[in-house]
């Protein structure tokens, strides 16, 4: 039988090519102990910063592309999913300001972004 073991590493870099490097070293240390010729193999699928390097205006963009998308999908339970990350989107973009209450978000705003993405195909970015 074949198995797929998922593995993690976690070390300190200077930057992306110390990491890649470091990554390929894990890699050829771990095929020691692998069998080539019976098709045995360790690969370094991805190698990322565990930084949080995005800005407040980037996290929001991905909050509204993924509430587009689940709205997109027509499912009752990623359309609900879809509401409360427009609400969690009105939270961080107002939550600052002294009159900020969630009691100001509005319904009707949802619902027109609803029909623009699925009756005009656009892809709204607010």
């Known amino acids: 039988m074949r198995f797929v073991s998922t593995f993690r590493a976690t070390y300190d870099a200077d930057n992306d090519v110390e990491a890649a490097i470091v990554a390929d070293q894990i890699r050829l240390n771990a095929e020691q102990d692998l069998e080539a010729e019976d098709g045995d193999t360790f690969e370094c699928t991805q190698t990322t910063s565990n930084a949080l ?49 969630i009691g100001s978000y509005d319904y009707g705003k949802f619902m027109d972004l609803t029909i623009a993405i699925l009756e005009k195909e656009e892809e709204p970015n607010v």
């Open 53 to 101: 390097e995005l800005t407040p205006d980037e996290v929001l963009s991905q909050f509204r592309r993924t509430r587009n998308l689940l709205i997109k999908t027509r499912i009752k339970e990623c359309y609900n999913l879809a509401r409360e990350l427009d609400q969690m989107i009105f939270v961080l973009q107002f939550r600052d300001q002294p009159s900020f209450t």
